[in-house]
RNA sequence: GGCGCAUUCGUCUAGGGGUUAGGACGCCGCCCUCUCAAGGCGGUAACACGGGUUCAAAUCCCGUAUGCGCUACCA
């Protein structure tokens, strides 16, 4: 399960070298997702997941998940199981992951430690990186002194040209240096070709020598995310553009290493309704929130992955097989794009009403049994759940629709009772309950036979009729249609329901 | 502060030298209808600003403004 690191850094440099040649071994298409598993996972980190996944199973390559959990304070396995369950019920699936291994494992960072400290050793002895000796305290004031005097903020540090007496003599006195990359002098600007961005240019002067390990031997993001990168063989790294001003330094990391760099695919950030990051403060934001909320996975990813990528078709609603089929990364835009939750709203409620019937049913019974509903699979609960599914964008919404057949002591809304205290309707009230009590089942044939005789007592017909009625049985001026809500209360309900808008006659 | 990225209807976007600047969500109206939805039809609304280049600029170039990101021994 661990390569010698000489070996495995050889065999990329002679792929590079050779690449003609070699091509067609290489070639695979190699993306992955690198969650740090600190929490729940993110829309805007699931959109990242989803379009990587979307990418791969185009190309027919290789997806892989890599946990980076080098932040021991707040990774946790627990976070990194809801993660891994997320992405299942997104739909995704990995060829290579920490669940279940693979070539290039093992798959959590916290468990690839040696590789880092080695490669980090190598590139000491290279000469492309350096021990450095500055303590947090003193990094902090040179940044704090170079911002007062207005100098540049990229840190130089006086070790970085040391003699080797200096070094060794700290090591000596017991000194833990970090190892820092150093910027080769001859070094103008690194230049790449981001496949969304087009031509990024970074002046050397201009990239911090950053910490690859730190004091404790972890190492740090920067570091580690290139070094994976590069061991996994990763062809296309696909990620948000927050990145975007790191890439220069991993680059002069695989550079270091005399590795290829992968392609780097920087896509948009996905921001809030007041432009700013994607948080808490907007409302849910975690996969398992929307799950909860009663959105569909499906409805879920494409909407995610609409965000900032459009078909060509021009089409909105894309299964998951278009979706495969249609990525590209050129139609992809380079902007950022807010999380419109009233579009994924209508998204999911397309979903919902295209579902068919055992499907719709299926997934709606639990949210029926955690409004506390009898969530029983009988025909009249399948009839009930059936007349709301063209009503709700998300099968969270089932408990207020659905109301209306279970509860008879609803209070009714105020338009709704201005309508029933109306003299017509008492008219229409008393004439119901009088001719409801004469037959014995109120079923579908009874319930129109009954208005039939309503309508000839009390002379009101059409809506001035059938309104009334609405609000005397619903205590509300809009819902399911009146047969199915009739069908399910049966006689007793009905009539109940009714009488109690009866008002007493004064006289 | 430095560096980087971005800017087409309120939102998601198409279009990338010559278009009545197209679609979707939302909103408004009409139709359907016992109601609300759904569905159908229609309407509202945009090229950030200033300079160039060009016969012609939303489109190419440069500036400005604004927004966002990074600037840690976080990821």
């Not at 891994?84 to 739909?91: A, F, K, P, S, V």
């Not at 450095?132 to 840190?155: K, N, P, Y």
């Not at 569909?296 to 299964?319: R, T």
């Not at 003299?423 to 001719?435: G, K, L, N, T, W």
Request: aromatic share 8%; with cysteine.
């Amino acid at each position: 399960m661990f390569f010698a690191l000489e070996e495995i850094m050889t065999r990329h440099t002679s792929t590079c070298q050779n690449r003609g040649v070699e091509e067609t071994e290489t070639n695979e298409i190699r993306a992955r997702f690198a969650p740090s598993p600190t929490g729940h996972l993110h829309v805007g980190v699931a959109r990242t997941a989803i379009l990587n996944w979307l990418f791969v199973r185009h190309h027919k390559g290789k997806f892989i998940l890599r946990v980076e959990d080098t932040d021991q304070a707040r990774s946790s396995r627990e976070s990194e199981m809801k993660i891994i369950e997320d992405l299942r019920q997104l739909g995704t699936d990995w060829d290579e992951g920490p669940d279940i291994g693979g070539q290039f494992g093992p798959y959590r960072q916290t468990e690839r430690l040696d590789m880092y400290r080695e490669v980090a050793e190598t590139l000491l002895k290279k000469g492309a990186a350096y021990r450095c000796f500055l303590s947090q305290e003193e990094v902090d004031s040179r940044r704090e002194q170079a911002l007062a005097s207005g100098e540049s903020t990229i840190l130089r540090s006086p070790y970085r040209d040391a003699l080797e007496e200096v070094w060794q003599e700290k090591l000596a006195a017991g000194e833990v240096p970090t190892i820092r990359l150093k910027v080769p002098d001859y070094l103008e600007e690194v230049v790449f070709n981001d496949l969304i961005k087009g031509e990024i240019r970074f002046k050397a002067e201009t990239i911090p020598e950053f910490v690859m390990l730190r004091a404790n031997q972890t190492p740090s993001y920067n570091f580690a995310v290139s070094v994976d990168d590069a061991l996994m063989k990763i062809s296309h790294v696909i990620r948000g553009d927050d990145h975007l001003t790191n890439t220069p330094k991993q680059i002069l990391v695989y550079r270091a290493m005399g590795v290829e760099s992968p392609l780097f695919a920087h896509i948009p950030m996905i921001l809030g309704a007041d432009r700013s990051k994607l948080s808490k403060r907007h409302g849910s934001v975690s996969v398992g929130q929307f799950m909860e909320e009663g959105y569909l996975p499906q409805a879920l990813v494409n909407f995610l992955s609409l965000l900032s990528w459009s078909s060509e078709s021009k089409e909105e609603i894309l299964s998951m097989d278009r979706l495969i089929d249609e990525i590209d990364l050129d139609r992809i835009s380079s902007s950022a794009a807010i999380f419109d939750r009233s579009k994924l709203g209508w998204m999911n409620g397309q979903y919902i009403r295209g579902m068919d019937e055992e499907d719709f049913i299926r997934s709606a019974l639990p949210f029926l049994k955690k409004a506390g509903r009898p969530a029983d699979d009988s025909e009249i609960t399948r009839k009930i759940l059936l007349s709301i599914q063209s009503k709700i964008e998300t099968l969270q919404q089932i408990d207020h629709h659905v109301s209306v057949f279970y509860d008879d002591d609803t209070t009714p809304d105020s338009d709704a009772d201005a309508i029933a205290q109306t003299e017509e309707s008492q008219r229409i009230y008393r004439a119901f309950v009088e001719e409801a009590g004469k037959v014995d089942l109120l079923d579908l044939k009874g319930f129109r036979s009954v208005m039939k005789n309503v309508q000839k007592k009390s002379g009101v017909k059409g809506k001035h009729l059938w309104m009334p009625i609405r609000v005397g049985l619903t205590g509300k001026t809009q819902g399911p249609d009146l047969p199915i809500i009739i069908e399910t209360l049966g006689k007793e309900h009905c009539i109940k329901r009714v009488r109690r808008f009866i008002q007493q006659e004064i006289s």
